[in-house]
C-alpha cells in the first residue's frame, strides 16, 4: 500500500469515526465508556495520519 493511500484509508476511518461519535453523543442514553473509547480512536488516528505527514519517507 502507497503512502499516500494509506494515508487515504485512515482519512476515511477518521471521518468514520467521526460520524459514529456524533451519532453516539446525539442519543440522550449514549454510554460514556463507548464516547471516550470512539474519541481516543479518532484521537489515534489523527496521530498517525500527523506522523504519516510528517514524516513521509519513514513508512
Do not use: W
Not at 12 to 26: C, F, N, Q, Y
Request: charged share 35%; aromatic share 0%.
Amino acid at each position: 500500500m502507497s503512502l499516500a493511500s494509506h494515508l487515504q484509508e485512515l482519512q476515511r476511518k477518521h471521518g468514520d469515526v467521526d460520524r459514529k461519535l456524533d451519532e453516539v453523543m446525539a442519543h440522550p442514553s449514549a454510554d460514556p465508556l463507548e464516547i471516550a473509547s470512539l474519541k481516543r480512536r479518532k484521537l489515534a488516528l489523527k496521530d498517525e495520519m500527523e506522523k504519516i505527514r510528517s514524516h513521509p519517507t519513514r513508512h
